[in-house]
C-alpha cells in the first residue's frame, strides 16, 4: 500500500500570463504553454473571496459566504487580495477539467466582464447548461501607474453540463457583476458588456465548437 507523504495538494490549472498575452498549463513535468479558443467555464461555481498564491505551494483562500456577500479580509500581515476560482473545461486543449484562479487584476477584470454576459444569458437555460466560452486575445489595460492586459471572452453556445464538472450545493446568489473581484483600481472602470452574442444567438441553432 502507498504512503501518502505528499506536501501539497495541486490541482490541475492554467494561469494567464498577462505579460505576454499567453496561457500556461500545469503538467507533471513543470508549466508549458497553451494554446486554446473554446472551453466550457463553470460559473455557476465560480467562487470569490481573499487569496495569496506563492510560487511551488498551494494557493490559500478565504472565499466569500456567496457572490454578493464579502468575506472579512484576514488580518495577519500577509499580502491577501481579491480574487477568483472557476473550473474550466477542455478535453482537446487540458485534457479535461483544470482550474482558473488567480488575484491577478487583469484576469480579475476579463472574468468579471465575462460573468456579465453569463448573467445576461442565463435566464434562458438551467442549471444543467454550462456555456462555451471563446477566448478573443486580450485588450491592453492601465492600472494606475502601471499596464496589465485584459483576456477577452465571449460566450458563443450552452451546451449540458458534462459529468465532470458536478454542479456544487446550491450556486450562490449571483450578482452584477459578482465580482466582489473588483479592487478599488477598477471598481470604477467596468468594461461595457458585450451583448452582441446574447442578441444574435439562436439557442435552437447552436455553433459547432470542438472542445
Do not use: C
Amino acid at each position: 500500500m502507498p504512503l501518502n507523504l505528499s506536501n501539497g495538494d495541486f490541482t490541475p490549472h492554467i494561469r494567464w500570463m498577462a505579460q505576454t498575452a499567453t496561457w500556461q498549463k500545469s503538467t507533471d513535468d513543470g508549466k508549458e504553454i497553451v494554446e486554446w479558443r473554446h472551453a466550457i467555464f463553470d460559473l455557476a461555481n465560480l467562487k470569490t473571496g481573499w487569496g495569496i498564491f506563492a510560487e511551488g505551494v498551494a494557493p490559500e483562500w478565504v472565499f466569500d459566504p456567496t457572490l454578493t456577500q464579502k468575506a472579512p479580509k484576514p488580518q495577519d500581515g500577509r499580502d491577501w487580495r481579491r480574487g477568483f476560482k472557476v473550473s474550466v473545461y477542455s478535453e482537446s486543449a487540458f485534457g479535461g477539467v483544470r482550474e482558473f484562479a488567480t488575484t491577478a487584476t487583469g484576469a480579475a477584470k476579463g472574468i468579471a466582464t465575462l460573468y456579465e454576459q453569463y448573467e445576461a444569458q442565463r435566464g434562458n437555460y438551467n442549471f444543467s447548461k454550462v456555456p462555451v466560452v471563446q477566448f478573443d486575445g486580450a485588450t491592453p489595460w492601465k492600472v494606475g501607474k502601471g499596464n496589465t492586459q485584459v483576456p477577452d471572452f465571449k460566450i458563443v453556445e450552452w451546451r449540458d453540463r458534462p459529468k465532470d464538472l458536478p454542479l456544487e450545493e446550491t450556486p450562490g446568489q449571483s450578482a452584477t457583476p459578482p465580482p466582489q473581484l473588483q479592487r478599488s483600481a477598477y471598481t470604477d472602470h467596468q468594461a461595457p458588456l458585450d451583448m452582441k452574442s446574447a442578441e444574435n444567438k439562436d439557442p435552437d441553432d447552436p455553433i459547432p465548437v470542438e472542445l
